[in-house]
């Protein structure tokens, strides 16, 4: 305690003559410039840091400086009973905000990360601390491209998934104002490797279509993705509450050579029956699935699964490929062969279906379409349009609508 005061006064003192020489990576330089808050750590009870750069340690609720210097040699930052410790030195503090002149690395396990801008720790009300990379918005994209598209790939590729992926980011960002963070760094959201994750092509990409993202009747579009369609892009309204004429459903003939594009898998009935028991599902051991119903794109509506008792249950497909695992099951497209008490499942395609598919876009690549044809392809009717332009900042495109909740 004594400590920390005495650091802070002593720190505030310096500060006066310091402050102008520290980048402060979260203050906008235009007001057309975006930031983007990532969750990059949750629940995790200590965490290494280390800046090879001007620092500044603060406590952003009174603008108090903990610490600050030219580096910040590797420390452990840990939830304490009391707070939060920085080192061996408690502060009283539930937050605490790291910014800096250079990259911050994040050592976490065995791995280190290093992300641009500036990093906040919250201990959370679990007692553990949840960590957040607030970058702006080009920074973040150059950091989650390179776990989205292969790196062998053509580089308009790398352009159609860094405006798709900017699009989606932007949406996220307009309906979690209220919340601590705007997207999580997991296979939720996308994988955001931060600095770390930044290649030379994905760089380009990020460069050549800066700021450009897909507006439908001005309004920013949820940009889906998934990796392949297997022939027939879905509907979005069969998954979530939003129906937008974008996001219909089409034909694809491009990814044919996605390794997802056909697949077979083999599964047992008790681990099926398991899954299903855990999520409140009453079954027995099941004797026979048999898909009910299928929308328009060739996806499972509903399934039936009878048990050898002869109980009967339905179930939404979306629902039963959650329950089994979505990279188990890779798409709701698949025809069900029971075996005894295993079954075989044939399936087309890779993720939900919804919007781009990047197996076809790699497809159209190379058959030479311009990553705005590829564009207009999987989100019909799209406009591409550049946020940080003015025109974005004056006309109704700066506060899109919110459109309702999935
Ligand atoms: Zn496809």
Request: aromatic residues 12%; glycine residues 8%.
């Amino acid at each position: 305690m004594t400590r920390f005061f005495k650091n802070s006064i002593l720190a505030g003192a310096i500060f006066c003559s310091f402050k102008l020489l520290v980048v402060s990576a979260a203050v906008p330089e235009s007001p057309q410039q975006k930031f983007i808050r990532v969750a990059v750590l949750r629940h995790v009870d200590k965490l290494n840091i280390e800046i090879r750069g001007r620092y500044e340690i603060s406590d952003p609720k009174t603008q108090d400086i903990l610490l600050q210097g030219r580096r910040f040699r590797r420390t452990s930052i840990a939830a304490s009973p009391g707070g939060i410790n920085i080192g061996q030195v408690e502060y009283p503090l539930d937050q605490v905000k790291l910014v800096s002149n250079k990259d911050v690395t994040v050592h976490i396990g065995k791995k280190d990360k290093r992300f641009r801008g500036a990093i906040d720790i919250f201990k959370e009300k679990d007692g553990r601390l949840l960590v957040i990379n607030t970058v702006e918005l080009e920074d973040y994209i150059r950091g989650i491209l390179y776990h989205e598209v292969s790196h062998r790939w053509p580089l308009e590729v790398f352009k159609v998934q860094a405006i798709a992926a900017r699009t989606y980011a932007l949406y996220r960002m307009e309906r979690s104002a209220k919340q601590k963070y705007d997207v999580t760094n997991d296979i939720y959201s996308q994988v955001y490797g931060g600095r770390s994750a930044e290649r030379y092509r994905s760089n380009l990409a990020v460069d050549q279509t800066k700021g450009l993202v897909m507006f439908y009747n001005k309004k920013i579009l949820p940009a889906y993705f998934h990796a392949t369609c297997g022939g027939t892009t879905e509907d979005v309204s069969e998954l979530w509450k939003l129906d937008l004429p974008p996001l219909k459903g089409n034909i694809c003939e491009f990814c044919k050579k996605s390794p997802h594009y056909r697949w077979k898998k083999n599964f047992r009935s008790k681990d099926i029956q398991e899954k299903l028991n855990a999520h409140g599902h009453a079954i027995g051991l099941i004797q026979e699935i048999a898909v009910l119903e299928r929308n328009a794109s060739g996806r499972i509506r509903r399934l039936q699964i009878k048990d050898r008792s002869g109980q009967v249950l339905t179930v939404a497909g979306k629902d039963f490929r959650e329950i089994v695992g979505p990279n188990v099951l890779k798409s709701n497209n698949y025809e069900i062969v029971m075996q005894g008490y295993y079954f075989d499942a044939y399936g087309r395609g890779w993720g939900h279906g919804v919007g781009l598919c990047q197996w076809g876009a790699y497809g159209m690549a190379l058959k030479k379409y311009s990553y705005s044809e590829i564009l207009q392809y999987y989100y019909p009717g799209i406009a591409i349009v550049d946020y940080q332009s003015p025109e974005f900042a004056d006309s109704s495109f700066a506060q899109p609508k919110p459109l309702p909740a999935e």
